[in-house]
């Protein structure tokens, strides 16, 4: 049983930061890349970052590049998303995702999901 648990969200002013933590509980000592997305009502999830499970690559949406960052703790089975620079437009909830494979961006190649963490910019 693979459980992800996300935290770190919150309530933030428009050019504010916030750095969300997704803690990754595996027994079987797989290794995984993990994503971050987001999604807001009645539209569907969005990817926003991805890295590998060694840490050496990473991939990120055209909208975030620059402003977040995906760095990692192995050692921790911690996974997390700095933001920087938060816009209004950033406001949604956001969750991790696993997957037994290489990098991707598409919800439907991530095998184990978050419960989410919502995150709020206010202008």
């Known amino acids: 049983q693979v459980q992800l648990v996300e935290s770190g969200g919150g309530l933030v002013q428009a050019g504010g930061s916030l750095r969300l933590s997704c803690v990754v509980s595996?027994?079987?000592?797989?290794?995984?890349?993990m994503g971050w997305f987001r999604q807001v009502p009645g539209k569907e999830r969005e990817f926003r970052a991805t890295?590998?499970?060694?840490?050496?690559?990473?991939y990120y949406a055209d909208s975030v590049k620059g402003r977040f960052t995906i760095p990692s703790d192995n050692a921790k089975n911690t996974v997390y998303l700095q933001m920087n620079s938060l816009k209004p437009e950033d406001t949604a909830v956001y969750f991790c995702?696993?997957?037994?494979?290489?990098?991707?961006?598409?919800?439907?190649?991530?095998?184990?999901w978050g419960q989410g963490t919502q995150v709020t910019v206010s202008s």
């Open positions: 890295i590998s499970w060694s840490g050496g690559r990473t």
């Open positions: 995702a696993a997957r037994t494979g290489w990098l991707a961006v598409s919800t439907r190649d991530y095998d184990y």
């Open positions: 595996d027994r079987t000592g797989s290794r995984y890349s």
